[in-house]
Every structure is written in C-alpha cells, then in structure tokens.
C-alpha cells in the first residue's frame, strides 16, 4: 500500500521521482525501490515523506483514508458526501462542477477584461 500511495501523491503533485529524492537527500534510483515497492522505508523517511506530502503515515501505510488536515470543514463534509454517493450521483456532480468552473472562468475573464479597458 505504501509503495502506491507514494507514487499516487507524487503524481497528482506532478513531482518526478528526482525531485523526490533530492528532497529526501537519496538517489533517484533509491526512492524508485521504494515506489516499486523493492526497499522498505525507515521510519525516518516515511516521517518525512508524509511531512513532504502533508498527510499523515496512516495514511501512507494505508491505515486511514485521506481528507487533508489543510481543507476546512466545509470542504471535508463535502468530500465524505460525494465519497457516499453512487456512480450515477457522483457523475451528476461532476457535470455540474464541471459546468459551473466553465461559467466562473468565464465570468472572471470577462471581469478582468472590463477591467483593463
């Protein structure tokens, strides 16, 4: 599970492996093992990494699902309702999230523009 977690946080980071591993003061080709899982982590490294990443090693070591600690309250309710919702639900949210950051994209270029003539 730790191997996973760290290369899925390291993608939606969009992080290399390399800059990974200059934080953590190794090699690129050391941090590699421990993403494809062929070298364990001491708990030195793993502390650093959930540091690194802002989650906790329960998370890392797949003791807990993840609801960063940095979003506020709000923002956790909604997270664990979508997370109870069935596909069809969560697929009407996405279309409509989607729908709405178009319209506010929209919106604030268009306000930016009025702004600047």
């Keep these: ?6 290369a899925e ?3 939606k980071r969009g992080l290399t ?13 050391a941090y590699s093992l421990y993403e494809t899982n062929k070298n364990n982590i001491n708990n030195e490294t793993l ?11 329960d998370y890392l ?3 807990q699902d993840l609801i960063p600690s940095f979003l506020s309250e709000e923002e956790r309710n909604v997270i664990e309702k979508y997370r109870a919702l069935d596909e069809r639900a969560k697929s ?3 279309n409509t999230l989607d729908f709405e950051y ?16």
């Design 17 to 29: 492996q390399a800059e990974i591993a200059k934080f953590l003061r190794i090699t690129p080709q």
């Design 102 to 117: 178009t319209r506010s994209l929209k919106t604030n270029r268009a306000k930016k523009s009025a702004k600047s003539s």
């Design 47 to 57: 502390c650093m990494l959930a540091d690194f990443f802002e989650v906790s090693t």
């Design 9 to 11: 946080l390291r993608k």
């Design 1 to 6: 599970m730790l191997h996973l977690r760290l």
């Design 92 to 94: 009407g949210i996405k």
């Design 61 to 63: 070591l797949g003791r």
